[in-house]
């Protein structure tokens, strides 16, 4: 079973529609918990950070862990042609080999006008 | 705002050929980390420094060295570029107490 598990997609919505992509993981010692945009041909940007489980908001978007069930996921609401991209979550654990990120593949997400 | 910066966004090169990659942070973080990035395998960590002359393998270190000499400079060096290294790579800093990376615009290297 891989670390992390994400849906690549592609997924298409229409413009204004509420988006929710998600990915599993396997190893409870991940305590910090990351969203990454990334355009085409463009390096990741950080969209949402979150420690532990909960909630966490910014605007349209919303970060959601839930440690027990060992699922994440980040809903776009209101989504604009704009937030056509690729969608990384990213993980890590804390203490020692904190500084390694587990990433998901990514995805791939249209939103049509 | 962090400002990661790769020196070069597109980069042609030859098999056999040495190859520089060059990345500056200006967010005076300790750690830096070289990924790249290949279709249908995510992204894969190649070298990390925790500090100026400090440095970690990563998961995929064959073929690539690295030099941190100051500590807002990272550079990843291919020795001997091969057809295989042709990917995206990606330069990344943080600070050790928190967890997230900041990337840079990534640099795309086609290795003929």
């Known amino acids: 079973q891989k670390e992390v598990e994400q849906d690549p997609g592609p997924l298409s919505v229409p413009e204004g529609a509420i988006v929710s992509l998600n990915c599993t993981y396997s190893?409870?010692?991940?305590?910090?918990f990351m969203w990454y945009r990334q355009y085409s041909r463009k390096g990741p940007e950080l969209l949402m950070y979150t420690y532990s489980s909960g909630n966490k908001e910014d605007g349209r978007f919303t970060a959601q862990v839930d440690k027990s069930s060992k699922y994440i996921s980040l809903f776009i609401r209101d989504s604009q042609p704009s937030d056509s991209a690729t969608y990384l979550c990213a993980m890590s654990r804390s203490g020692a080999g904190s500084y390694q990120l587990t990433f998901g593949k990514g995805t791939k997400l249209s939103v049509i006008p | 705002d962090v400002k990661v910066t790769q020196s070069s966004r597109y980069l042609v090169k030859r098999t056999g050929e040495k190859v520089f990659l060059e990345c500056v942070q200006d967010?005076?973080?300790?750690?830096m980390f070289w990924y790249r990035q290949d279709p249908g395998l995510g992204l894969r960590l190649i070298y990390f420094s925790y500090d100026v002359k400090m440095k970690e393998k990563g998961d995929i270190p064959e073929g690539y060295s690295v030099s941190r000499e100051k500590k807002e400079r990272f550079s990843l060096i291919l020795e001997s570029a091969s057809t295989n290294q042709t990917s995206m790579y990606l330069c990344?800093?943080?600070?050790?107490?928190?967890?997230?990376?900041?990337f840079g615009p990534g640099t795309r290297l086609t290795v003929l």
């Open positions: 967010m005076d973080h300790e750690n």
């Open positions: 990344a800093s943080r600070i050790p107490i928190h967890n997230e990376q900041f």
């Open positions: 190893n409870s010692a991940f305590q910090y």
